[in-house]
């Protein structure tokens, strides 16, 4: 069931950071890979802008994953999902209590009511961005709306701590703080990672709270940082698809993803327009 390896990790390699006995090393970006890596972001924003405005009842997941595999091409640029470790489209498409990486289906059609989490990226020139929104289909319930914009929130809130001479794991707790003043449940199966010439590179980023302090931030580090947020427990399954995650209580998931960029000031979000 372990397709996504860069995700779902043991708990040993989250609380060190360590991978084969090491110290993880996360790459620093030039100046010229920043620049690839902030068109990267921007492109998959666009991508993300359109698809959030294509959902609606009555459509198909694999409806949208043909329009943002479409919307990636047409940018002159490869969706990094498709065929990745034989993931088999280029949108991860998760409804409700999916929490991440469902297969688009053309029986399966939003309805109203429905919460869609969209997970994509996309390779400009050799490098990757990597970004996740969660959306309403149609009118939602008030606790699905709730649940939307703490894990939106809990992602601004984790990237404060997201400072040159801070601390990996800082972020987690940051993340791990906010969150658990709602109740909510957040996922410890997987987790955000680093990105640049691969899409998933060391570090790894739990969203919960760690007992050591993970790698020292610097200037140049460019990560993908995912709050995933259930309604219920943090407990998941691992579907017989050999892909999709889904909530072990079936309660509601939302996804929050972007590609950040380590400064020496303020992070900066390379995923948002």
Not at 36 to 56: D, P, T
Not at 183 to 195: E, M, P, S, T, W
Request: with cysteine; proline share 3%; aromatic share 8%.
């Amino acid at each position: 069931m372990e397709r996504f390896p860069w995700k779902k990790c043991s708990l040993q390699l989250r609380r060190f950071s360590v991978k084969d006995g090491k110290a993880m090393a996360v790459t620093i970006k030039s100046a010229r890979e920043i620049e690839y890596m902030r068109e990267a972001g921007r492109l998959l924003a666009e991508v993300h802008e359109e698809l959030g405005a294509f959902i609606r009842p009555g459509i198909s997941t694999l409806d949208i994953d043909m329009l943002g595999e479409k919307l990636i091409r047409s940018r002159g640029c490869v969706p990094n999902f498709l065929n990745y470790n034989g993931y088999p489209a280029s949108i991860c498409v998760s409804v409700n209590d999916e929490v991440v990486h469902g297969i688009p289906n053309a029986e399966r059609i939003l309805q109203e009511g429905d919460i869609v989490s969209l997970d994509a990226g996309l390779i400009y020139k050799g490098y990757h961005s990597d970004a996740a929104r969660t959306h309403a289909v149609g009118e939602i319930s008030e606790e699905a709306k709730k649940l939307i914009q703490v894990t939106r929130q809990s992602f601004f809130e984790g990237i404060k701590a997201a400072r040159e001479g801070n601390h990996l794991h800082d972020i987690s707790a940051a993340i791990d703080d906010y969150v658990s003043t709602f109740g909510y449940g957040i996922v410890r199966d997987l987790v955000g990672h680093g990105i640049g010439t691969q899409l998933h590179e060391d570090a790894q980023i739990p969203n919960f709270r760690q007992k050591r302090t993970g790698v020292r931030l610097q200037a140049g580090m460019t990560l993908a940082v995912e709050p995933m947020i259930n309604a219920g427990g943090w407990q998941v399954d691992f579907m017989d698809d050999g892909w999709t995650v889904v909530t072990r209580d079936h309660s509601l998931s939302a996804h929050y993803e972007n590609t950040i960029l380590i400064t020496d000031g303020e992070p900066e979000i390379l995923t948002v327009l």
